[in-house]
């Protein structure tokens, strides 16, 4: 199976395993990318402390409604895992949820 990344100039071939137990198939994706996304961890990371910090888009990255999907996932995973009384800001939210072991911006709960 191939998949292109950001950050790569071609289509990387992906390895996939069965697990001989359950069946379960488990893809391994390049060092820094999480499931289901093509971004790398870091961008992700800088987009959003760019909107915190800024209250604007960073406009050197991708289009706007990529950035904004991150941000809404990371407000619904927010709620959903820390709590609707969670006082702090999205980015204590984004370290909450990567100390719970959850993925912050992952759009299925």
Aim: a positive charge; one cysteine or more.
């Amino acid at each position: 199976m191939e998949a292109y990344f950001d950050g790569y100039d071609t289509a990387l071939v992906l390895k996939r395993y069965i697990c001989a137990d359950c069946g379960c198939v488990y893809t391994i994706r390049p060092f820094g990318y999480w499931p289901r996304h093509h971004v790398p961890v870091r961008i992700i990371f800088n987009s959003l402390c760019h909107r915190v910090k800024h209250g604007v888009w960073d406009k050197s990255l991708f289009g706007r409604q990529r950035q904004r999907h991150w941000l809404k996932a990371l407000g619904r995973n927010i709620k959903a895992y820390l709590g609707m009384s969670f006082g702090g800001d999205d980015m204590e939210g984004f370290f909450g949820l990567l100390h719970k072991d959850k993925i912050p911006i992952l759009r299925a709960l």
